[in-house]
Each structure stands twice: as C-alpha cells, then as structure tokens.
C-alpha cells in the first residue's frame, strides 16, 4: 500500500405568554457619491497585515500585536424610515476577558476601539450609541482610524489568520446590519514562535504481503496490521514551546469516501477486499484533503516541541466481499493540521 498525504391520541393546547414585537422599519444605505441606494453593508477596508512574531509564552493578559489602521471606504448617509434605533459597533460571538472576543486561535483574542476623530473614541467595543429620538438619518463614512489588538487569553500552540469581516456596526438594535470592517488580501497574520512540521518522508510504501481464503474467511475478517510510522521534523519554537498536531487520511481512489475503510487502486484486479489503517490499534476513518481545524475524520496525533513526532500507525487488509485473486493495493493522502 503506498500511503501519501439514521391507538391513543392526545390533543392539548398550548398557551403562552409573548413579550411585544417591535416591528422595525426599512433602512437602506445612501452613499454621498451619488450611487444608487442600496442595503448592503458599506465595507470599511482594512489592509492585509503581517505583525512581527511573539513568544507564546508570555503571560496571559499580555498585548501581543498592537496595530492602528486607517481603514479606507465610502461616507454615506444610513436613512431607517422610521427611526434607527441603536447604533451597535462590535464582533460576533460572546465577548471573553481583556474585552476580546475569541479569534478561532487558541489562546488569542482580539478587541478594537475607534481612534483619530469621530463618535466613539477610546473606548474598547461593543460601543452603542442612542440616536435622538425619532431620528431617520446619521452620516458615517467608512474610512476611520481603527485600533484592533490581540491578547494572549490563554495557552498558545499555532498561530493562524484572521480574514474577511472581523467586526460591524449594525443599527436597529443589531437587525440592520450598515458597515463591515473587513480586511482584504491575506488577512492578519498571527505568528506565534512555535514549531513547525514537516515530515521527514512525503511517501512510503507498506507490504502487506500475500493472503488466501483462509487468512479472511467471511466477509469483516482482517489481516495481522503490519505497523509503519510518519515522521515529522519540528523546529523554530521558541525554547518550552509546543504545537499540537492533527492528521486526515484521504482515500486517493475515492475522496468521497468517509468509512474506514480504504478503496483498492483502479489498477487493482483483486476483488472482495479492502484497506483498513489504526492509529494507536484505533481504526481511522477517511476525510477530506485539508487542514482546515475540525475537518472531517481529522483525529490528534499529540503535541511536540522542537524535534522529532512519530505517529504509529498499521494497516490490514478487511474482506468485503466475495474473494477474486489478483493485486490489491490501496494509497491513501495525509494531511497535517497545527493547532
């Protein structure tokens, strides 16, 4: 095998209690260009950045990336027709300590404040801001100074990025959504000096040897695993520093394939088998080729610091069927994840 990366009836009624519905008005965005109005949030561009890196290991609470940028995008006038309610600046998801929100990085959240002029300065998001009563229209533009800090919120093993929308303003309470602070390009690289991997081998070949009828006489039989392992090298952490590792196995001949059981080679002639491979004597189950976090079938391989991971791993051939002779190989992708 070569490895590469579901007579008694009873009626009742319900009566509950409801608090009043507020029943909002349609809002609609007016650029001071001239272009058509329109209801899409008007986009506040922030740049791709790329912040020096930082030790993992400083305390928690600690600012580790501090940037202001000036966003760049439209002014306009927002118009509700009948009143715009409250005016809301902040991110989704529920606000965490230092006044972050989480990032989708382990241990790193992320929190803004407006700077320079305008509403709003100093202080760190969510702001809300309470329009005079019965009033229709405000102007905003999308270009302002904005400062948006990360802070170590907790242990750090993998850096990542944060791309497209990061945070909003939105208006009637939070149901109309009017800017989007949006950053372009590659996002906000957060690099933390942890390890890094690779491994040692892109490829191997693992024997499986000859079988006959005997070694798999009903079909969910299996052979004796023969063991193998995948190597990684891992350097450039900062001394004490760990990165945790996650592998997917992808089936080369079927990348649809989600058992556990890997699919012959279209230039196999056997018939009635298939290939089974166990981390640590545990049958793994096949995924999609990415090292998205959480993706399908993906399963942790441990944590290392700077040096060398050995992932053990085995592999069997499983009867599927009813037996024909001939070659059965299977190949199979792995895809590493750090997070």
Known sequence: MNIKKSLLHCACLLLCASAPVVAWSACEIRPDSGAPAHTSAMVASIPALKPDSFSPLLPVGTVLISEEIDTTGEPFNLYCSDKLGKIWYGRAGVQGSYDTWPTGIAGIGVRFKFSGTGGGIGQWWPIEFTNSIGATTSHYSAARKLVIEFVKTGPITAGGKLTGEIAAGWAQDKKFKFMSFTVQGGGIEIKPRVPTCSAATKSLTVPLGDLSTTDVPYVGATTPAKSFSIVLNCSGGDTGTVTKTYMTLTDVSDKANRTDTLSLTPDSNAKGLGVQVLYNSTLVKFGPDSSATGNTNQFSTGSTGNGTLEIPLSAR???????????????????MSYQ
């Open 317 to 335: 051939y499983i009867r599927t069927g009813s037996l024909s002779g001939g070659k059965a190989n299977a190949t199979a992708s792995f895809t």
